[in-house]
């Protein structure tokens, strides 16, 4: 097949163009390079600053694009609604030449969406907790400036997006929680479980650990997501093993980064604190995984029923609003080195059954022939 994977985000389309071409298909990705992440791309579609003028060349370089480099192809697979920095209108204008040019039209159900946000800040929302909100209501990061939700809610995008819902062949999930609300908001559409890929061969081999040495752990937060991670909650507890187990673990605050560089400090890392309002292991946890550490993030039960694994459980699952039962499981990992041993080793064994790039890229794929 002849496919065209349009934008990206935290490396999930550069990874699922790997997966592709390694079974054989010709893959296209035109990107902005996941923004301060710097992932690999064919074609750059960056906007070059915020300005008014900025948009107006971007829009006027894509709608080229459309008839040109961007055209010819079986498939075209849409990182997210807003899969370029442009707004609504424009970005409706460049879909109109982009089916008029190609084949199916298929959507990537990746990350936070207009239909995601109203569901979850809505009456009777279909996850038992998320970033947005826990049993009391909303969350405070659903006020905050860096969530955006008035921008999310706003008629332009929240109806841009309901007609692009409307338009495509299909979506393919990446997270279990992402399947579930479009499962409860809209169970009409044809809606195929992808997950995350991960292309293990692309991965830097695990920095060699020497008995005796400290733990490292690494507090694995983006600036200016902290609030929609919980992780200043996973801070705390990292912060009071240090004091707890002073000379046996160490504490990595790594900034944001280019992603080929966060991979090797993931590479140096014995235990990753990643994210806290998640039922499932996303990138980091993945990656991390894949290069053999633990990693604090979401594991709840829903997820390994819904994707059929009964035997493995290597995400040490931490709780929202329960620092306690968090640090214990942190303390036990700490404490006794053959139970952090098993879970490291889960970890891969996970990684390689249900997130490598090929066996993601084989779901797609079945999605695509059976639309």
């Avoid at 992402?178 to 992808?194: E, F, K, M, N």
Wanted: net charge neutral.
């Amino acid at each position: 097949m002849k496919i065209l994977l349009l934008g990206d985000a935290s490396n999930y389309h550069a990874a699922l163009a790997h997966g592709l071409r390694s079974l054989g298909h010709s893959v296209t990705l035109a990107s902005a390079g996941s923004a301060w992440m710097d992932t690999s791309r064919d074609i750059d579609i960056s906007r070059r600053g915020t300005s008014l003028l900025s948009g107006a060349v971007l829009f006027a370089r894509m709608l080229a694009l459309a008839e040109t480099r961007l055209k010819g192809f079986d498939v075209v697979q849409l990182v997210s609604p807003t899969f370029a920095e442009l707004r609504p209108a424009r970005l409706e204008r460049i879909l109109r030449s982009l089916r008029r040019g190609n084949g199916a039209v298929w959507l990537t159900a990746l990350g936070t969406d207009s239909n995601y946000v109203a569901a979850l800040t809505g009456a009777n929302p279909p996850l038992r907790y998320s970033e947005w909100h826990g049993r009391d209501g909303l969350r405070p990061w659903a006020h905050s400036p860096q969530a955006k939700m008035e921008q999310w809610l706003a008629p332009e995008l929240a109806d841009y997006t309901e007609a692009l819902y409307g338009s495509v062949d299909g979506i393919v999930t990446a997270l279990y929680e992402y399947h579930a609300v479009l499962a409860h908001t809209h169970p009409q559409l044809r809606t195929v479980y992808g997950g995350i890929p991960v292309a293990l061969d692309l991965l830097p081999q695990p920095a060699e650990r020497i008995a005796g040495e400290p733990l490292a752990m690494l507090y694995a937060a983006h600036k200016g997501r902290e609030g929609e991670k919980g992780s200043l909650q996973l801070l705390e507890i990292l912060e009071t093993a240090c004091r707890e187990f002073p000379g046996r673990v160490r504490l990595l605050k790594p900034q944001n980064m280019p992603y080929a560089r966060f991979l090797k400090v993931l590479a140096e890392s014995d235990i990753v604190a990643d994210q806290i309002y998640s039922f499932t292991p996303a990138t980091t946890a993945l990656l991390s995984m894949a290069m053999g550490a633990a990693v604090l993030s979401g594991g709840e039960p829903e997820y390994y029923r819904f994707i059929g694994e009964d035997t493995l459980r290597p995400v040490l699952n931490v709780i929202p609003d329960n620092p306690e039962a968090n640090y214990g499981i942190l303390r036990k990992m700490i404490s006794e080195p053959e139970a952090l041993r098993q879970v490291r080793q889960q970890g891969r064994e996970f990684v390689e059954r249900h997130n490598s790039a090929s066996v993601v890229a084989r779901r797609f794929l079945e999605a695509w022939l059976n639309g």
